[in-house]
């Protein structure tokens, strides 16, 4: 079983940057391909990125693509996403998510891709 907690979220202002975390626990964190997914009030939730178990590829939705950045610590058992340039539109509840399917492919921006989900933190941008 994998556990995957997720942190960083909170209410910034239009502009501002933040960065998420994504803690996993339970197995080695390499085996995975991981992604981050968003769903805000009322919508199905979204693709945001993807990454695959070694960090060296990495798949942007184009609404997120040069504002947003996916890395990984497979040391630390974790994942990350930078924030930049927030929009009032980028508002939802952030999820990790993690796929133990190898290599990444175009699936990997599909959420049924993906076994084990986070609870999920709050992202608030205020215009």
């Known amino acids: 079983q994998v556990q995957l907690v997720e942190s960083g979220g909170g209410l910034v202002e239009a502009g501002e940057s933040l960065t998420l975390s994504c803690a996993v626990s339970?197995?080695?964190?390499?085996?995975?391909?991981m992604a981050w997914f968003r769903q805000a009030p009322g919508k199905e939730r979204q693709f945001v990125v993807a990454?695959?178990?070694?960090?060296?590829?990495?798949h942007y939705a184009d609404s997120t693509k040069g504002r947003f950045t996916i890395s990984r610590d497979n040391a630390k058992n974790t994942l990350y996403l930078q924030m930049s340039s927030l929009k009032p539109e980028d508002t939802a509840v952030y999820y990790c998510?993690?796929?133990?399917?190898?290599?990444?492919?175009?699936?990997?921006?599909?959420?049924?891709?993906?076994?084990?989900w986070g609870q999920g933190t709050q992202v608030t941008v205020s215009s």
């Open positions: 339970g197995r080695s964190f390499s085996d995975y391909n």
């Open positions: 998510a993690a796929d133990p399917g190898i290599p990444l492919n175009i699936a990997n921006m599909y959420a049924w891709k993906y076994t084990y």
């Open positions: 990454i695959s178990w070694s960090g060296n590829s990495t």
